[in-house]
């Protein structure tokens, strides 16, 4: 089996269908406990403006699934009631097909993903970054992410960028999506605000977990923005 991750976004509207969707964070992982081929899962809510924020965003959550193979995804995808009432409830949703490459870290202590490809400095990339934040840390940590998200609007290179969470403050993790890696490299490494952070993160201990990973998306399924995103990269 060749091992597959997704990562599903929905955009929700209407006060019904937000409190819905903010419901599932809890109560749809009881519905996906027994998913054929399904490994391991999130349910991720989002901030306001493009995610990097304390404030929670009702209106945008990413599910975020590894599978045996693709076609249990598939399978998923095109048969699970849950899956299929979030697309009912939703404007728009899109899914991103990934084959997992690299990382360092654990998310909830394990390393839920197998390596089945390799980067090209010339090819897309999506970028996972997830931490649990130390409690007394919490505001010099908010302080300084903001600063970063806004720097990303000065590259053209970004197709979409994410702020998520399993908890609003304290569990954050990031979603970006690159047109090729040596654009995302040239944003990690020389970005002023970025080389900031990650320097700051090491010396005042944010973190009590943290997991970096890159992943090559290979297809892409469904509209956002208004957009189909069949060729988003």
Known sequence: MNQVTTCSFFKVEGISNKWWAFKQM????SALKNVQGLTFYKILGSGVRNGF????????YVLLCVWESEADSSKFFKE????????????????????????HGVWDGTQPFTKNCK?????????????????????????????????LNHYDDVVLSIGVGEWPLIQQATLSIWRTQSEMLDYAYKNPKHKE???LSRKLNWYKE??????V???FEGTWEGNDVENLV
Do not use: C
């Open 26 to 29: 809890k109560m749809g992982l």
């Open 53 to 60: 924020s304390a404030i929670p965003n009702f209106g945008t």
């Open 80 to 103: 699970h009631p849950f899956f299929k009432t979030y697309q009912k409830r939703s404007v728009e949703n899109f899914t991103v097909y990934l084959h997992f490459a690299e990382s």
């Open 119 to 151: 980067l090209s400095l010339d090819k897309p990339v999506l970028i996972l970054t997830r931490a649990s934040i130390r409690l007394n840390k919490l505001w010099s940590f908010w302080n300084k992410v903001g600063k970063v998200s806004k720097s």
């Open 197 to 199: 952070v990650v320097l």
């Open 210 to 215: 943290e997991m970096f990973a890159r992943f």
């Open 217 to 219: 998306p290979y297809k």
